[in-house]
């Protein structure tokens, strides 16, 4: 919580991703982390394979053989081999490219996005998030991190013509299940997806800055 911004989730919209895009060990853990469980919907229409293995240090042969699907070329685009109609017919709408996801929402949003998913029958997904309400994506993730729930408490403050107003604020997380990670490894997993995602909206900053 400290390292997140202090204050425990209920001060998720104050955590930060922290993440370097010139820690190159994060960035090979990030991307076999996105290949093995986002790329399945989701796509980077901007990156080549062969432009990630350079920049990530990974031999080509080693790329190829542990990330690459198959099939595929060093020169391909990393794209996804889901369809779009049955995207559409599954989720309500199709999994938006991340090429430029950090750029568009920042690196703290994607962060607390994949920290605040919580379990919520009347969703067709059977979770919501908190950083975005409504989500049609499901919690791919959970395997990892463990099913919770949001606890929310009722506060009550004045409106604009001085009149009591009652609301529900979230509280607290309650695991229902465990992941098979611990909350500190879920976290560093995170971190380092999210450093990939970065990395990947802008490949060549971390030279621009050096």
Not at 4 to 31: F, P, T
Request: proline share 6%; net charge neutral.
């Amino acid at each position: 919580a400290a390292a997140s911004g202090g204050g425990g989730a209920a001060s998720w919209k104050a955590w930060h991703a922290e993440n370097d895009v010139s820690n190159i060990a994060s960035l090979q853990r990030g991307a076999r982390n996105f290949m093995a469980y986002c790329a399945g919907c989701h796509s980077l229409k901007y990156q080549r394979y062969s432009r990630t293995a350079q920049d990530l240090a990974i031999p080509e042969e080693q790329f190829a053989q542990h990330l690459q699907p198959p099939g595929t070329r060093s020169t391909d685009y990393i794209t996804t081999s889901l369809p779009q109609a049955d995207a559409e017919a599954w989720f309500g709408k199709a999994p938006p490219d991340l090429s430029l996801i950090v750029r568009s929402r920042s690196a703290d949003y994607v962060y607390q996005f994949l920290k605040t998913f919580h379990v919520d029958p009347s969703k067709p997904t059977g979770v919501d998030n908190l950083r975005l309400a409504g989500t049609a994506m499901p919690h791919v993730l959970s395997e990892l991190e463990g099913v919770k729930k949001a606890v929310f408490k009722t506060a009550e403050h004045a409106g604009p013509d001085g009149t009591p107003v009652t609301e529900k604020v979230f509280d607290r997380f309650e695991t229902l299940a465990p992941g098979r990670l611990t909350e500190a490894q879920y976290d560093e997993f995170v971190r380092d997806t999210v450093n990939f995602l970065d990395y990947v909206s802008e490949p060549a900053q971390a030279k621009r800055r050096a």
